[in-house]
Structures are given as C-alpha cells and as structure tokens.
C-alpha cells in the first residue's frame, strides 16, 4: 500500500507509469478510460510529467476530484490548474470535464456533475494537514452525507470552516467505485498523519475510511 521513493521526481516517475499502465488497460478492455485528478500546488510537477506520456489521451476524459466554487479562471480553481499544466504536451488531446457549470448556483453545478458522472479508471487523490483527501474535511457539516457508504450521489457541496470557499467533492462511495485509487504525500509531517489515520477509522481524519477501505486497491506514494 504504501510506497516510499528518495525524492519528488522518482515518485513522480512510478505514479506516472501506474497512471499510464492502468488507464492502457482499461482503454484495451473497454474503448475508454476515465482519470480523476486533485488540485492544489503538489501536483504541478506530476501533472507536467504525466501530460508528456504516451497515453492514448483522446480516449482518457480526464475530470476532477473536488473543485472549489470559483471562477474556472481563478488562481484557487482547480480547472484553472488542470488546464495550465495538465492539458498540454500530449495530453492536450484528452477531453475534459469540470465541475464548475452553473458560475451562480453551487447546487446547480452539484446536480450536473451528478448527471455526468462516470465511473473512473484512476481517482488521484492527496491529503490535506488535517487529513482530509478530497474536500471531504472533517470539520464540514456535510461529512457525514460525503462519507455514508449509501449516498447514490457521486458529487456533494462542502463548506469546510476552516479553508477558503465552498466546495464540490466526490463522496467516499464514488471513490470507492474507481477501478484504482492513488494517493500522493509529501513530508514527514504528512507520513504521520497517514500513520496516525493508519491505526483506526475517525471521522477525525477522513482519510482513514480510505485507508481501511477493502473495495479498491488503494496506492500510497511517499516522498520526503
């Protein structure tokens, strides 16, 4: 499960060749492939080098995780950032599929992305300071409703109290319905948290529920 490399580029490296041999699978056995990705500032380096494999990419609709309600040509947009450093090289071939529909109406944007969904090949995921993974935090009132195995919804809106703007996340039952999940760390502060989610399930660090999750293959990338 866990997966410890010296330094950023080889871990980068090992997640691209996973990535690109999982979705090459899926597109040989179905015609298509679909890869979930996460935003923030860690994934610029992977995405760079994941937008230069040698993927069938018009055959990968590439989407999001979670999305945070901004503007898509906002610097906090993960779309924004898909777009700028995702989308190129090669894989600017590839189709994509944002959440952010209605600019006005979270809720609206939520009700279209649960109508387009589609069941992913690869969900990319990171983890936050306080162990969320997606924008499942644990100090929103709707992590309950993000985390009931039973939800039939793929998407929810978040409203985390203690980080900027309101949020659209994939619950942990559609999560739990991508072929593969992969997660990606960075520090010792962070290789902590994930032992400390590791010892037992808490809605404390929403992480865990992947962690001990037995559905999905789960690969977690380590890097210092």
Known sequence: MLKEYPNDEHCVLAMVESIASHLASEIAAQGHAVLAVSGGRSPIPFFHALSEAAIDWPRVLITLVDERFVPTDHDDS??????????????????????????????????????????????????????????????????????????????????????????????????????HLLVALKGQHKREMFEQAHMAVTAKLPISFLIHQTVRPLDVYWTR
Do not use: W
């Open 78 to 179: 993960n779309e924004n950032l898909v777009r700028r450093h995702l989308l190129r090289a090669r894989a600017a071939k590839a189709p994509f599929q944002g959440l952010i529909t209605h600019p006005s109406d979270i809720m609206s944007c939520v009700l279209h992305a649960n109508r387009q969904a589609k069941s992913m090949t690869v969900a990319v995921l990171g983890m936050g300071e306080d162990g969320h993974t997606a924008s499942l935090f644990p100090d929103a009132p709707e992590l309950a409703a993000g985390l009931d195995l039973h939800n039939p919804h793929a998407y929810l809106a978040i409203t985390p109290m203690s980080a900027p703007h309101g949020r659209i996340s994939l619950t942990l039952a559609a999560l739990l319905k991508a072929r």
